[in-house]
């Protein structure tokens, strides 16, 4: 059974960072496209950050390029996404979703199975 729990989300000041983690059961990390997607208030769900099992290729949303990080801990099948520099519209719940091959696109990340979400508010 494939799960996903997120955790490390919190409020921010602006220009602060935060390290979010989602542990992976059920299935191999590595095997499929894993991500982190988000959902402001009255906005859509979008599409944060991937990796692609078909390439390990990892894509970026052009509003959090160069300053959000993922990555990835096979050992650990948990993957990470480091914000830095963190605006007052990177407020939302964020998700960590998985692709098995089912998913629908946000962006260029598919998701078919998703965690519960965690907060992240940035406000002085």
């Known amino acids: 059974q494939v799960q996903l729990v997120e955790s490390g989300g919190g409020l921010v000041q602006p220009g602060g960072s935060l390290r979010l983690s989602c542990a992976a059961s059920?299935?191999?990390?590595?095997?499929?496209?894993i991500g982190w997607f988000r959902q402001a208030p009255g906005k859509a769900r979008e599409g944060v950050s991937c990796?692609?099992?078909?390439?390990?290729?990892?894509y970026y949303a052009d509003s959090v390029k160069g300053r959000f990080t993922l990555s990835r801990d096979n050992a650990k099948n948990t993957v990470y996404l480091q914000m830095n520099s963190l605006k007052p519209e990177d407020t939302a719940v964020y998700y960590c979703?998985?692709?098995?091959?089912?998913?629908?696109?946000?962006?260029?990340?598919?998701?078919?199975?998703w965690g519960q979400g965690t907060q992240v508010t940035v406000s002085s």
């Open positions: 979703a998985t692709d098995h091959g089912s998913g629908s696109y946000y962006g260029v990340c598919p998701a078919d199975y």
């Open positions: 990796i692609k099992n078909s390439d390990g290729s990892t």
């Open positions: 059920g299935f191999t990390l590595d095997y499929y496209t």
